[in-house]
């Protein structure tokens, strides 16, 4: 999958499940407070549509085999969408008359299938949001594990690097004691052949 995927979907499950909840608080309320409420919701829905959008690009710079999958889910969250803008849209009637009209036509059946409606979408948010939290919390859990599994090999980098430094310090010391070994032995070559010379001089003149 893909974390910004994730994370736009994460934000748009939360945004649904309270557009959800202030709309049908808006169809309870009158005059003022009414208008205000459903504000907000209208203000919610701009928000929701910007992050299917951003969904929607970040699906089809995908590989075709995760993209045909998030599309799918798309095409759910725009119909989710769009039931959301419709329930506003009843919402919206400000003229009490013509609401107490529509309500008296369509009869309480309509008023308990759309309460009904709400708390389905509400529900499938909800559970859209829990699994989305779910991808955020493996992806995490992932992520921790690639840290602890660096922190592992630099850890064995360092003890190699400092068996690396051991082993030059232990070369160089040998070199020190080679070329000492070798200036000994070219004193004691030296000493020899002073002393050969001063033997053949000794001979030489003690038989001449």
């Not at 910004?4 to 309270?18: I, K, M, P």
């Not at 909840?21 to 929701?48: I, P, R, Y």
């Not at 798309?74 to 609401?99: F, I, M």
Request: charge should be positive; hydrophobic fraction near 35%.
């Amino acid at each position: 999958m893909s974390a910004v995927f994730d994370g736009y979907e994460r934000q748009y499950c939360e945004l649904s499940a309270n557009l959800t909840k202030k709309c049908t608080s808006a169809s309870l309320l009158n005059g003022e407070q009414k208008k205000q409420k459903l504000s907000e919701v209208k203000t919610g829905l701009d928000e929701a549509e910007s992050l299917i959008r951003k969904m929607d690009l970040e699906a089809r710079s995908l590989q075709p085999s995760i993209k045909a999958n998030l599309l799918a889910k798309l095409r759910e969250y725009k119909s989710d969408l769009n039931n959301l803008k419709r329930e506003v849209k009843k919402a919206s009637l400000t003229d009490s008359q013509t609401a107490r009209d529509e309500l008296l036509e369509s009869g309480m059946s309509d008023t308990l299938m759309a309460s009904t409606d709400q708390r389905g979408r509400l529900l499938m948010s909800t559970d859209r949001l829990n699994q989305s939290s779910e991808r955020i919390k493996e992806s995490r859990r992932t992520v921790l594990e690639t840290e602890e599994l660096g922190v592992s090999i630099l850890q064995d980098l360092h003890q190699q690097r400092q068996t690396l430094l051991h082993a030059h310090d232990t070369l160089h010391g040998v070199d020190d004691n080679i070329g000492k070994s070798r200036k000994l032995l070219t004193s004691m070559v030296r000493r020899m052949n002073r002393n050969k010379w001063i033997i053949e001089e000794f001979i030489r003149k003690w038989w001449t």
